[in-house]
């Protein structure tokens, strides 16, 4: 008999094997008749003393919940409730509970999974996930200890229900310098981009509901709409962002209720709309009254080039919702993100957060403020900056070497993915078995479509391998892609000089 | 001008005044010909040196996107890229954009909220949430400080999407003490209990669908069931917890998805329900196949008497699926409730929970988990009872002394929670008005019920009131109750002798 003991505990472990058998006796799970363990037995199983064992089963005979007889052992009495006949007569009726899922559970559960493996040698490209080696773990832990020091008490109170006071403030000051307008109460902060994008969509959609999607898109978006019970309908990229026709085409035959759009390092393709994209789709969806769910959730990751304002900085007409992460930028285990939208809008994402889990934790977010504060945060920024660009460089050089002809990638300013498109011929989720194999593994291109199609492309994200690992993961990788093609063919090496280029 | 400086960043103030109006120009909120504020009085407005100012303005001069002239000043140019031209010519179609929210966002919007105003003097009995000044804050810093220092980069990641698994194995030794069997695996934490019973409403409901609950029952169960879109259908509570025979009934006419209840020092109530109660509630559910969300949110607060096994300690088919929270033993801050089920159960809240907030923060939890393993959180418990016991016999006894006749209040064995019935002629929500002009605030019984009916009971919760400070609201509570029944009656003092009673 195992009886789980807390030894470092202060309950006197007498006490605890009291309360374990009692509570099993009322239960039920010890039924009446039940012969308990010899006591030198259950002695020797938790590496106690006899006499402790002892004690504990005199305190249950004392309790009438057993009967003890010298050379006979002890027995379970049951409890005085008369409860176990009557569960006894019910018993024809016990038959093992089957759940019965709601549409959203199952629709959830079927979502395709891909198996990357856990091989500690392969170079991983599947996770859009900051390097752990990058983490400014010490700082953070200093600022963790520098709030809980001075105002812990009011930190671990439920606190406003947007979040921390003091980083909404300091948000607001940084989207201010990239032409954001926000009062500090506009903001409310998220466990992370995914509950601000669920919350957004649960804003403008009941399930059933249809949300347009750029595709290719972020993969864990069509979990949430799935989730939620929303459709998503998906409107093509091109090589310099949503093909802006068809979304006036799509728009135009009504029912969607939201644009959800990714316009800056976009997942999985990394590119970045220009300054005119960005006017003519807002002039688009503003015309057909459909709000923007804006996922900026590369913010502050830009490595060169000029940056180009939001489209929340662009919009006149107060349509714009945008959200955004510290996940992609410092950490994803401190799950901070936020929305930012018209008052009515971020309204009501707050209420429907109450509802469903009251607020965010506050201490890391006051953690994370005092961060930025102390100036912790662009002093990472500009760490990690000069290694993603490293990274980048480093990505294209390799791609560039060794993929097969009739391929092309995207050269993106900033962000973890390259997008890779692959001669016609290669099936990127039959490829991925062979580069797992030979120790690479990347994200395939079906999982960005809302149809899951066959597709030749694939993301790279290089959020989580160094330099040399990306060279040779990406050698790894384009032998694994050569390998497939036809005998003859492709095995000449060199393509993708062609900047930005998505296939779809 | 205001344009906000980060002084204590990296960044130098003249690049930020340079990025913040280029952002502003690009934008088109300085439209082209718009002359910018003279050198001399934007130095002055932010407190920096005018060389500083008439660098930026060179510095934009430069990139082409202003013009100036001696004694002119400068003037914006607008950008390069014709989209001005554009945008003016759209104008017309700019109008305001009016969101139109989900039924979801509405109906969670229009939920009656109660004002119970912020005087700093008065005793607040209306919310159920630890004393600040309880909080073991130094203990817990010291726990943050020591996981983030062994294993800081570990936990900054996204981590097992089910949560720390320290703190799962914790929990799951935890249960064992009361009886739960439950594994690692089968566990998943949440972002407090709020979060754990919305994802529980997920898995089992989608919208339209019905949940029974008690009633009265918790508010914010009911806005969360409003979020998602589901109908609560009320089943009475007497003296003795839920009404079993009209649960019978109620779930013999079929359609009902789930069972909420809270059977351990039940919201607003304080009741606690008997063995037999929770054995024959378990043969009713266990009948009708209808599966159980035990809520038992107040799990290590019983002051006295004897623990009684939660339903899911007796639970011999799988239908119970069982939430809990540190939010009430140790401090809401921290933000971590779980779930415990059945695999397919816990499975459909994990993928539901990972796609809509992806995981809940785990630093926190390793850090609640060691502040456990050091016996920390036991000593807490001990401590809080105490305290708790004085603040209940506290309020039973100027309940007692100062209730008008024809009272009742219940006396729970834990908990924050005290139900009041006054005579019937009192409506609770009107005397909330005389109370809070007299100092004293508590919840109104109307918002407990899903028809928000009038009620002439209340909840006071002593988690946040001192013994003294009970003393002194309890009286101020009732001297405003005998103020507003009819002259003459019940100026006699002392009732509320009997017991557990529920009046509803």
Redesign the interface.
Known sequence: MII?L?R????PVFR?IV??LR??I????LPAGTKLRPIRLLASDLGVNRETVADAYRELETLGLTQSGVGRGTFVLG?A???ET??ET?AP?????V???????EA??A?PAIDYGTEAQAVRFERA?PD??L?P??E??KA??HV??HG????????DPRGHEGLRRLLV?RL????IEAEPDGVVL???S??AL?LVT??????G?AVVVEEPTYA?AC??F????VRPVAVPIRRDGLDLDALDTRLGRGGA?LLYTMPSFHNPTGITT???HR??LL?IT??H?V?VLEDDFEKDMRVRGR?V?PLK??D????VVYVGTFSKTL?????IGWIVG?P??A??AL??K???????????QAAVAHFC???AY??HL?RVAKELARRLDRAAAALEAHLPDGSSFTRPDGGFAVWVTLPADIDTVTLLTEAKRAGVVYSPGAIFYTDGRRSSSLRLSIGQAGADDIERGVRTLCDAAHALLPSGGGRERGAGRAAPAVHV
Chains 1, 2 share one sequence.
């Open positions: 789980p807390e470092r505990g202060s309950r605890q309360d374990y509570r099993n009322e239960s039920g799970r409890t409730s008369g409860a009557s569960s019910a009726e016990l038959r093992p509970f759940p019965v899922l709601s549409r959203a559970a959830t559960l979502l996930v752990p080696s983490y773990v010490d953070f832990r963790c200890s809980l020091r812990g008490r009011a930190l671990l109170d439920y606190g000051e201010t310098a990239v032409g998220t466990a992370g995914t509950q669920a649960r804003v403008f959609c009941d399930p509901d864990g979990a949430a799935a989730a939620l019970g209720r220009t300054l005119e006017r003519r002039e503003a015309r009254g709000p940056p304002p900085a662009l006149r007409t107060g349509q950490f994803p285990g401190v799950r018209p009515r809008v309204g009501a209420v429907l109450r509802a469903t889990d009251l607020a965010s934790s506050v201490p890391l504060h102390t100036g662009d002093r500009r």
